[in-house]
């Protein structure tokens, strides 16, 4: 998918990638990933072309679907859920992801504190927390970014309801659109 669309401006992918780009200070590197996506800016006066998408396409983006959004971000714990990742040593062990490489792509540290460079988000779920006032990060929607208390928890549907703390706004989301924080956050 592109990183551009004519009528809105940057695609949430580029921003995502702008934002871990400048939180490193690194702009060579966000140009040079700007750039391997072959984006030009658009031509506000050209009439825009309407990409025909076949939904069964199966077509990737640097080894990603691009039908997968990124949702990395410092402080989550995720759990890595494949079996071939070094050689299984950590199938369905909980992480904490510590940096940022790009969109896909992250370090985490184990429970023991070993350090896990390049893990790929496709091997990586989101784990949601037990308890009740537990903190996650939502990763989808409005209010993406923000950090909210897990109020209830429906396990067989696969949501939960949780209040952001910021405007205390009471937010629905699947099990996929959150998961467990461990950083800091004023209360």
């Keep these: 998918s592109s990183g551009i669309n004519a009528e809105y401006g940057p695609s949430e992918e580029m921003a995502d990638l702008a934002i871990i780009c400048i939180a490193k200070g690194d702009k ?10 072959n984006e030009v800016v658009p031509d506000v006066f050209a009439v825009p072309k309407i990409e025909q ?28 859920v494949s079996q071939e990742y070094r050689k299984g040593r950590y199938y369905c062990k909980k992480v904490d992801i510590v940096d940022i490489v790009d969109l896909y792509t992250c370090t985490c540290r ?21 308890q009740r006032g537990t903190l996650v990060m939502l990763l989808k929607g409005e209010h993406r970014g923000q950090i909210a208390e897990i109020e209830d928890k429906d396990s067989r549907g696969e949501r939960v309801v949780v209040v952001t703390i910021v405007d205390k706004e009471a937010v629905t989301a699947s099990f996929n659109e959150v998961c467990q924080y461990v950083g800091d956050a004023v209360r």
């Design 28 to 37: 060579m590197e966000y140009l040079r990933q700007r750039d391997s996506y």
């Design 110 to 130: 184990s429970e023991s504190g070993k350090l896990l460079e390049n893990v790929p988000q496709e091997i990586l779920e989101t784990v949601i927390p037990k």
């Design 53 to 80: 998408v076949d939904p069964k396409s199966t077509k990737t983006n640097g080894g990603n679907s691009s039908k997968i959004k990124a949702w990395l971000h410092r402080d989550l714990k995720v759990r890595i």
